[in-house]
């Protein structure tokens, strides 16, 4: 069973940047389309991006021309710019598809001045 871990969050003003990792154990990982979502304080679970074993990617609307999203070998990143106070939120990876995997703790990014 692939199990991930994400970190990388933290304070930051807006405008500034943040490069989150998500660490995935399991040799199934590589096969996976992954995916980057956020919850924000009261809000719904939303995906941000994902990203297929061959690299293709796709954004929501909300992040588009400011996150990047990629992996490595073992390793998903979300590259994340111009952030913007609403961007506040706990960051969580896991696959694109069901069944999902066991949920990380998540790492907390805070965007304010």
């Known amino acids: 069973q692939v199990q991930v871990a994400e970190s990388g969050g933290g304070l930051v003003q807006p405008g500034g940047s943040l490069r989150l990792s998500c660490a995935a154990s399991g040799t199934s990982f590589r096969l996976y389309t992954m995916a980057w979502y956020r919850q924000a304080p009261g809000k719904q679970r939303e995906l941000l991006a994902h990203?297929?074993?061959?690299?293709w990617t796709e954004y929501a609307d909300s992040v588009k021309g400011r996150f990047t999203i990629s992996r490595g070998k073992n390793t998903v990143y979300l590259q994340m710019n111009s952030l913007k106070p609403e961007d506040t939120a706990t960051y969580y990876c896991?696959?694109?598809?069901?069944?999902?995997?066991?949920w990380g703790q998540g790492t907390q990014v805070t965007v304010s001045a």
């Open positions: 896991n696959k694109y598809t069901f069944p999902l995997l066991k």
């Open positions: 990203i297929t074993s061959a690299s």
